[in-house]
């Protein structure tokens, strides 16, 4: 339909997890004579009994281009690493959003985590990253869903592959909470005597002599550490 408004290179329409379409797609022209042509040709027009709406994208994008940064889980991550729990999509529409991502992989089993990576312009480039609650669903993700058509396209699943000078900023906290959980073990001993010191007969003196002031109280009582 809307190449005769003008040359089409890509056209891209989003599908739910049954196959069918979502309503919405883009489609990137060879020009953007092209692309305006077609906004005042269809633009309002009926489709199926449904009235079309047709824009330029670039309003979206350059509204949320701040927040479309790559982060430290998707930056220099590429394809076909070795097994894990993370996997590297490619070949996905560039109208595919995180929720997407969510959607789709989750009919695997459970997403901890899933981003869109994107250029230097800040727009997505058609991969993303996924990470899965358990490394067997990973495998069964490339499985199932690698060659999968999705919104138009083949998709690419493999395990994703870290840069070589990636440093997971969880690597070092066990060994670090270990030693800070071994000196708390070994505190509670220097109290051991504390239940005794308190139920001496100072205790049982004062208890029984209501009339004393504070001032009376034993002075081992005075020595005791102050509890807060």
Known sequence: MMR????????????????RSRGFGTVVFDTPEDAQA?????????????????RLSKDISERRRPELRNTEFTEGVTGDGPPSSVIYADNLP??????????????????T???????DRGR???TAVVEFELSSLADVAITNLNGYNYGGRDLRISYARRPENYDAPMDAE?????????QYQGEPQQFSAEPEQFTAEPVQQYQGEPAVTGDAIDEDIQDAPQQT
């Open 4 to 19: 005769t408004s003008g040359g089409v290179a890509r056209a891209d329409v989003i599908e739910n997890r049954w196959g």
């Open 38 to 54: 077609a906004i005042e040709r269809f633009n309002g027009e009926v489709l199926e009994g449904r009235q079309l709406e047709v």
């Open 94 to 111: 560039f109208i595919t959003t995180e929720a997407d991502l969510h959607e789709l992989f989750e009919t695997i089993g459970r997403v």
């Open 113 to 119: 985590r899933a981003e869109i990576q994107y250029n």
């Open 124 to 126: 997505p480039n058609g």
């Open 174 to 182: 066990p060994e670090q909470y270990s030693a800070e959980l071994e």
